[in-house]
């Protein structure tokens, strides 16, 4: 929970934004009294009230409720809205399992930070 009280005030902080600016904005969906209780510990972000707070800030709901501990694992529902993402998929569809597998696990090694590529000469070299 404290990581979650942690972001909420960051997010109000990064708006100039009061606890009665936040009830506004949620439209009747959570209240000053109920924003400052989770801000305190007093209560804990249920699923509604993570959603409320979500859609006021306009950030992610999957996100919000995976900051509060309602989900567990990060996942996302798959869009391609993004056009890298789109080749990227539609690329790892011609590789074969073992290929996808070795890609997965490149990708987790240098999203840690513990792997750095360039391309240089269309080649791929480790730096």
């Known amino acids: 929970m404290a990581q979650f009280v942690n972001w909420l005030y960051q997010q109000l902080n ?30 804990a972000p249920t699923a509604d009230f993570c959603l409320a707070v979500a859609r006021a800030l306009g950030e992610s709901e999957i996100d919000v409720l995976y900051m509060a501990g309602h989900i567990h694992n990060r996942e996302k529902p798959i869009t391609f809205d993004d056009p890298f993402m789109r080749e ?38 480790k730096v």
């Open 88 to 125: 990227l998929y539609q690329s790892a569809e011609n590789l074969t399992p073992d290929q996808r597998k070795t890609i997965l696990a490149l990708i987790e090694q240098m999203s840690a930070g513990n792997v750095t590529l360039k391309i240089e000469n269309d080649q791929v070299q």
């Open 14 to 43: 990064k708006r100039n934004w009061s606890i009665s600016q936040l009830a506004r904005m949620s439209q009747g969906e959570t209240s000053h009294s109920n924003i400052s209780k989770v801000l305190s510990g007093k209560l």
